[in-house]
Every structure is written in structure tokens, then in C-alpha cells.
């Protein structure tokens, strides 16, 4: 199971995946809005999305975990 976290705090500013959807690696997971700058979380690694764990609008620190893949 891979996890993927958030690499700064920030807003979450938009979910690009659901629970059930195949990711590859290098695909965009999640965007982030930090100090006016947003932010676009990607998989190192292939998989099938398990579970998101925030929702947009939500606000996360660094190291947060955002979704599970299997």
C-alpha cells in the first residue's frame, strides 16, 4: 500500500482522483493552494486509489496523508 502526503501545509484545492480509480505513476493526484501558488501532488508509483482522506477546502500540513492507493 502506498501512501501519498502533502509536501507543504496548505488548502486542499482540488481532488483529481476517487476511490477506485487506476493511477500510474507521475499522474496528478491533487492540487494544493499554499501562499497563492498551487501545488499539483503526483504518485511515484502506479495503483489503484483506496481511500481519500481529505476533501476539498480542507486545510493540511506537511507530511499529511491525503490518499491510499493498493
Not at 502526503?5 to 507521475?26: R, T
Not at 502506479?46 to 480542507?58: A, I, L, Q, R
Request: hydrophobic residues 45%; proline residues 1%.
Amino acid at each position: 500500500m502506498s501512501k501519498i502526503v502533502a509536501v507543504m501545509a496548505g488548502n486542499v484545492y482540488k481532488i483529481l482522483v476517487k476511490p477506485g480509480d487506476q493511477v500510474e505513476a507521475g499522474q496528478d493526484v491533487a492540487v494544493l493552494e499554499s501562499m497563492k501558488m498551487e501545488i499539483v501532488i503526483t504518485v511515484g508509483s502506479g495503483g489503484t486509489v483506496k481511500e481519500v482522506k481529505v476533501s476539498e477546502g480542507d486545510f493540511v500540513n506537511e507530511g499529511d496523508l491525503l490518499i491510499e492507493l493498493d
